[in-house]
């Protein structure tokens, strides 16, 4: 192992330079115009494989591809890690606001700025460089690997998903490992042991047959525009709580001990999540610290509104119809499509009889949970004492990553979400970066993960 480790430490700079062009390539999952560019990207993922050792393949889909790699070499008596990441990213463009182009990697005081440095594109890379380390040295890894990287992580994962039903036994593992995470500082590395899930949906108001005068027929027709945020004004309580029946009956009550090993998991302080936010004051459900708001409530949030004219100057219309996008995320024990039907219910139920609503299902994933007390937590938490420098805490994540459950249910194994990069590093926004040192301690603790996992 310790070959390994000065073979990271001596290629670091090439590893570096193999990283920005990974991100150079604008593989941009959600826009079609780009899927060149993601085929792209899965090519340079299945060479980058193949020239370390490993077995690599293109799995077509009905979208973006798949890249699966596996090393077997280990032996049938051997321990098997399944390493999960997705090469695709979100849409970027300089006039977001970015400081440079967000698909030239610019490094600034040690710190790389593009689109998919961190997420995640840098973390996933850790640990192919981490197996490429064992493998120049040792010639053998200490057990058996697979990779599953996938394209289409950021706008929806429904390819990999299917794949995964269809076809999971292939990936079958005795622990996956996800690096697509951040946390709150260099010195408190984090293990995230819950993920929320999600469900996506759109409610259209329609009002009057065509776009109307509002000076002839203002007072008259119900604007579809204020009947829309009238429904949604009501779907929350006062409290912040979602006013939507059968809403909470799933959720399992958090323990007193599960509240204090969230509240000694790092997390955001008052001021740290104000400074991040920009929020004047924090809104929710003030029984629950912000923290626990964030991983371990579930909640009902609007993404989108639209109705009418918002362009220059004055278009004095009653628009004929409004719509509102909307996403619930879910804890554990959760059901997406029943908590569909539940706010489905509701909407109809709070629509006036002057418009008509149509409320349409998008998408959705499970949410997933794992056992703080499993032998793979240990092998995750010896690995960061052992290459980080500093003991991990754990932490219920607020996002939904719906692989983490396919994996669970349809394979079979625990799933273990330790991230490499910083909460501040403008994940999905303009800017998004990656400190480079944290590039290399991701790769020298992968590197002492592999090793600990052989010892279970």
């Given at each position: 192992?310790?070959?390994?480790?000065?073979?990271?430490?001596?290629?670091?700079?090439?590893?570096?330079?193999?990283?920005?062009?990974?991100?150079?390539?604008?593989?941009?999952?959600?826009?079609?115009?780009?899927?060149?560019?993601?085929?792209?990207?899965?090519?340079?993922?299945?060479?980058?494989?193949?020239?370390?050792?490993?077995?690599?393949?293109?799995?077509?889909?009905?979208?973006?591809?798949i890249v699966?790699?596996?090393w077997?070499?280990?032996?049938?008596?051997?321990?098997?890690?399944?390493?999960?990441?997705?090469?695709?990213?979100?849409?970027?463009?300089?006039?977001?606001?970015?400081?440079?182009?967000?698909?030239?990697?610019?490094?600034?005081?040690?710190?790389?700025?593009?689109?998919?440095?961190?997420?995640?594109?840098?973390?996933?890379?850790?640990?192919?460089?981490?197996?490429?380390?064992?493998?120049?040295?040792?010639?053998?890894?200490?057990?058996?690997?697979k990779?599953?990287i996938?394209?289409?992580?950021?706008?929806?994962?429904?390819?990999?998903?299917?794949?995964?039903?269809?076809?999971?036994?292939?990936?079958?593992?005795?622990?996956?490992?996800?690096?697509?995470?951040?946390?709150?500082?260099?010195?408190?590395?984090?293990?995230?042991?819950?993920?929320r899930?999600?469900?996506?949906?759109?409610?259209?108001?329609?009002?009057p047959?065509?776009?109307?005068?509002?000076?002839?027929?203002?007072?008259?027709?119900?604007?579809?525009?204020?009947?829309?945020?009238?429904?949604?004004?009501?779907?929350?309580?006062?409290?912040?709580?979602?006013?939507?029946?059968?809403?909470?009956?799933?959720?399992?009550?958090?323990?007193?001990?599960?509240?204090?090993?969230?509240?000694?998991?790092?997390?955001y302080?008052?001021?740290?999540?104000?400074?991040?936010?920009?929020?004047?004051?924090?809104?929710?459900?003030?029984?629950?610290?912000?923290?626990?708001?964030i991983?371990?409530?579930?909640?009902?949030?609007?993404?989108?509104?639209?109705?009418?004219?918002?362009?220059?100057?004055?278009?004095?219309?009653?628009?004929?119809?409004?719509?509102?996008?909307?996403?619930?995320?879910?804890?554990?024990?959760q059901?997406?499509?029943?908590?569909?039907?539940?706010?489905?219910?509701?909407?109809?139920?709070?629509?006036?009889?002057?418009?008509?609503?149509?409320?349409?299902?998008?998408?959705?994933?499970?949410?997933?949970?794992?056992?703080?007390?499993?032998?793979?937590?240990?092998?995750?938490?010896?690995?960061?004492?052992?290459?980080?420098?500093?003991?991990?805490?754990?932490?219920?994540?607020?996002?939904?990553?719906?692989?983490?459950?396919?994996?669970?249910?349809h394979?079979?194994?625990?799933?273990?979400?330790?991230?490499?990069?910083?909460?501040?590093?403008?994940?999905?926004?303009p800017?998004?970066?990656?400190?480079?040192?944290?590039?290399?301690?991701?790769?020298?603790?992968?590197?002492?993960?592999?090793?600990?996992?052989?010892?279970?």
């Open positions: 192992m310790q070959q390994a480790l000065k073979y990271a430490a001596e290629q670091a700079t090439r590893f570096e330079q193999e990283l920005f062009d990974l991100l150079k390539i604008p593989s941009v999952s959600t826009d079609p115009a780009y899927a060149p560019h993601v085929q792209q990207a899965a090519e340079w993922v299945a060479g980058q494989l193949k020239v370390i050792g490993v077995t690599a393949e293109i799995i077509p889909t009905g979208r973006h591809p699966y790699g596996e077997m070499g280990a032996g049938p008596n051997a321990k098997t890690v399944l390493i999960y990441g997705h090469y695709d990213v979100q849409p970027a463009d300089k006039a977001d606001g970015w400081s440079t182009d967000p698909f030239e990697p610019v490094v600034k005081d040690g710190v790389v700025y593009a689109r998919g440095a961190t997420d995640d594109k840098g973390q996933f890379f850790t640990h192919l460089k981490a197996v490429e380390a064992i493998l120049k040295t040792e010639g053998t890894l200490p057990v058996n690997v990779f599953l996938e394209g289409e992580e950021e706008s929806g994962g429904e390819s990999l998903a299917q794949y995964v039903r269809e076809h999971g036994q292939r990936f079958a593992a005795d622990v996956c490992i996800i690096s697509d995470g951040s946390m709150p500082s260099v010195d408190t590395p984090t293990i995230v042991y819950s993920v899930g999600i469900v996506g949906f759109e409610i259209i108001v329609h009002g047959a065509t776009d109307l005068h509002s000076g002839m027929f203002g007072g008259t027709v119900h604007n579809p525009i204020q009947a829309l945020a009238e429904i949604i004004a009501q779907l929350h309580h006062p409290d912040g709580s979602v006013n939507v029946p059968g809403f909470y009956d799933d959720v399992v009550p958090l323990s007193e001990a599960e509240r204090q090993m969230i509240a000694s998991g790092g997390g302080t008052f001021e740290q999540w104000q400074q991040t936010t920009g929020a004047p004051a924090d809104w929710g459900e003030k029984q629950y610290t912000i923290n626990e708001r991983g371990a409530r579930p909640t009902l949030e609007f993404t989108g509104f639209a109705g009418g004219y918002a362009g220059q100057g004055l278009k004095n219309v009653i628009p004929a119809r409004a719509i509102a996008k909307g996403s619930a995320r879910l804890v554990a024990n059901d997406p499509q029943k908590t569909f039907d539940q706010i489905k219910a509701q909407v109809e139920r709070l629509a006036p009889p002057t418009v008509r609503v149509e409320v349409n299902y998008l998408a959705s994933g499970l949410p997933a949970a794992v056992d703080v007390n499993h032998p793979a937590m240990q092998a995750a938490v010896n690995a960061y004492q052992h290459g980080w420098g500093y003991a991990p805490v754990f932490k219920r994540e607020g996002g939904s990553l719906p692989i983490v459950a396919d994996l669970n249910n394979v079979g194994m625990p799933v273990l979400l330790v991230g490499y990069g910083l909460d501040t590093d403008g994940i999905h926004g800017n998004e970066h990656y400190a480079l040192s944290m590039f290399h301690k991701g790769i020298e603790t992968s590197i002492h993960f592999l090793y600990e996992v052989s010892k279970l």
